[in-house]
Structures are given as structure tokens and as C-alpha cells.
């Protein structure tokens, strides 16, 4: 189910960490990602989209 749909009626979903693929290599990704998973609180996530910088 696309993300639009489920925000449109009002479907909970966990969260997504959104990286361009071809703007950022994988291992900034990675590092953002675990700072992400030691800093962030699960109930921050629940229902947005975070998009990791370029």
C-alpha cells in the first residue's frame, strides 16, 4: 500500500527512513542509520517519513 494512501486514511504504519540512492553513499547512510537506531525513540517514528540528509 503506497505511503501516500495510508496517510490519506489515516493507516498507522512504524515509519520510513527514506535515502536517496544516487545522493548518498552507503556508508553515510549506514552512519546516519545508527544514530538513528541509538539516539531515536521508536514512538518518534511511528507514522513519518524521515529523510536522511544529502
Request: one cysteine or more.
Amino acid at each position: 500500500m503506497a505511503l501516500t494512501r495510508r496517510l490519506q486514511e489515516c493507516i498507522s504504519f512504524c515509519g520510513i527512513i527514506y535515502a536517496h540512492q544516487l545522493r548518498i553513499s552507503i556508508g553515510t547512510c549506514i552512519n546516519d542509520l545508527e544514530i538513528i537506531a541509538k539516539a531515536g525513540e521508536l514512538e518518534y517514528f511511528i507514522d513519518r517519513v524521515e529523510y536522511l540528509p544529502l
